[in-house]
């Protein structure tokens, strides 16, 4: 934490008493274990997964147009779609996994599942971020876990879209493995919920666009912070530990 924040916490101002707001100078801490083994393998294996979901998703919305030879000798939309399913279970495990994770875990471990959007703090925080990331003023602090910006990204366009897609991309998988299985069982409401099967369709093909806007955004905010915010991001997530440079 911040000096200011540490301070005031310390003193019972409950403006600066939230989690997620980690401040930390460089003049205080240089290093803190932050991401534990769990998280970063979940976050690469996750990583792995929406990969082949954009991938395959894409391919199974704007299909081949043609491939070589009779189509009765090859199983290439069907392999694309075998490999589409399998990221989808990885992806729902690992939302499940992450979330028990987030149960016995460090606070850290806790931030991507809530935010604190009822602190004026918390907001305070954000819209200082918001002027760092446009050039528009120096950089508010540095924090030791996700600054308040990217926990609100985090929660609102990763996991929240990332549920959307597990529901959605179950209910059209019961469709194909017919009423009655347990993809229909769990997840067959969320068809007339939407409307119709293409109305799902079409929804989900939109969270994938919205996932892909997240990832850019992710990608250039952690390597931008590496290099303009003196303290380590992208190997964050490899070590686990944050390290400041003065």
Known sequence: MSATSTSAAANGDPSQTFD????ARTSSIKSAYVFEAPVRLWHWVNAL?????????????????TVVGEASAHYVMGYIRFAHFAAGYLLAIGLIGRLYWALVGNHHARELFWVPIF?????????????????????????VGHNPLARFAMFFLFLLTSIFMVFTGF???????????????????????LGQSQD??????????????????????????DIMGRSSVVSTMISGH?????
């Open 200 to 225: 799902v369709h079409t929804w989900h093909h939109l969270g994938l666009w919205a996932l892909i806007v997240f990832v850019i955004l992710h990608v250039y905010a952690a390597i931008r912070e």
């Open 49 to 65: 997964a929406i990969t082949v979901l954009a991938l395959t998703g894409y391919l199974i919305g704007s299909p081949l147009p």
């Open 20 to 23: 997620t707001v980690d401040a």
């Open 242 to 246: 944050r390290t400041f440079k003065d």
């Open 119 to 143: 602190q004026k703090a918390y907001w305070h925080e954000v819209v200082g971020m918001l002027k760092w990331y446009a050039f528009l003023s120096p950089r508010p602090g540095q924090y």
């Open 171 to 193: 209910a059209m998988y019961g469709e194909g493995t017919q009423a009655g299985s347990w993809a229909d069982k769990l997840f067959g409401w969320v068809i007339p919920l």
